[in-house]
């Protein structure tokens, strides 16, 4: 008939639209709730000084913020273990920690291990770290998760290794005093 009105269509279309705006507002509320965690596990990488180490140039003071948080270009050696540098934290997938769950990378922030067992260098301070309220840990991987992926491998290498890359070394005070001024 027409002109007749269907009552029924009319409340199923609003029911729709009600339902519809409903999940709209909670994908919009997630995604602040997300973008809040990706602010505050940047402020919280920012404040623990992640980039010094992990981003090219950051331990010269000349940061290479297109390779942000990409992998240094310094080593830290710890006499007799070798000289580690800092990992790759982008999202990228060969080189980085884009094949990494948030779990992981919290279990490498709080423990000092990586998916496979292994463990982290000294020299990354996770034993502070552990410490780390779940909120804030997981803020952290979130935000690592959100930033743009780096091709950059980065390699740690053995006390005999030759070392190509500048190395940042704690020396016992003997060992440093006997170094030629040149080097002090």
């Known amino acids: 008939m027409a002109g007749t009105f269907d009552f029924k269509a009319a409340a199923l279309a609003a029911a729709f639209a009600f339902l519809t705006s409903q999940v709209h507002a909670a994908e919009t509320q997630s995604a602040r709730a997300d973008e809040g965690q990706v ?13 010094d180490c992990h981003t090219p140039g950051g331990m010269f003071g000349n940061p290479d913020m297109k390779r942000y948080l990409g992998g240094s270009d310094v080593g830290f050696s710890i006499p007799t273990q070798g000289v580690f540098v800092g990992a790759n934290l982008t999202p990228d997938a060969d080189t980085g920690l884009g094949k990494w769950t948030a779990d992981q990378v919290v279990t490498a922030l709080r423990k000092g291990k990586r998916p496979d067992g292994s463990e982290i260098s000294g020299v990354m301070p996770w034993a502070s ?37 500048a190395v940042s070394t704690v020396l016992p005070p ?7 001024a040149a080097l002090k």
Request: aromatic share 10%; proline share 7%; with cysteine.
């Open 39 to 51: 602010a505050r596990g940047k402020y919280l990488v920012s404040i623990a000084g992640c980039n």
């Open 129 to 165: 770290y552990a410490h780390l309220t779940d909120d804030d840990a997981y803020a952290i991987a979130a935000f690592l998760r959100s930033l743009p992926p780096v091709a950059n491998k980065i390699t740690s290498y053995k006390s005999a290794d030759t070392v190509p890359i």
């Open 174 to 180: 003997d060992a440093y005093n006997a170094l030629p």
